[in-house]
């Protein structure tokens, strides 16, 4: 399998604190990847020094292809759809240059039978529970076709 992301030996500190001391990981295609661990241990700093938000002070990330990344912190619009929500910017217009809705309930509801999730399309997200609401953020990045 190939290696879509490597990253190694990576450490990063910020002041009074050793965040990441020497974390390597290797992520390859086609294979699902958690990273978890206690509060303060780490995760979202090695997650924003992948997503180059954090550059690390030393070791390397190597990065082949598009990588998405679902965060902590959920990034949806409680009020809109649940498929608006996962397509937003993206959406399928008519001829008139209008959000296709109907395409973009057909485009949803493919992409959550290929991830056999059980979400109505048309659902507000603010009706979600939090682990609805985490199951719309992976769908979206599995949307835009990330390695």
């Not at 604190?17 to 086609?30: F, T």
């Not at 700093?45 to 912190?73: C, F, N, W």
């Amino acid at each position: 399998m190939d290696c879509l992301l490597d990253v190694e030996a990576v450490s990063k500190a910020f002041p009074g604190v050793l965040a990441l001391d020497e974390v390597s990981l290797k992520v390859r295609a086609g294979c699902v990847h958690a990273v978890m661990g206690e509060n303060g241990a780490g995760k979202s700093t090695l997650m924003k020094i992948i997503a180059g938000l954090y550059r690390p002070d030393s070791g390397r990330v190597v990065l082949r292809g598009r990588a998405a990344m679902i965060h902590q912190e959920l990034h949806l619009l409680p009020p809109m759809t649940v498929a608006e929500n996962i397509w937003i910017g993206r959406e399928p217009l008519t001829r008139l240059g209008l959000v296709n809705h109907r395409a973009l309930a057909r485009r949803t509801s493919a992409l959550f039978a290929e991830l056999d999730i059980d979400i109505d399309p048309d659902e507000r997200v603010c009706d979600l529970s939090i682990a609805g609401r985490q199951m719309v953020e992976i769908a979206r990045a599995v949307s835009y076709d990330a390695d």
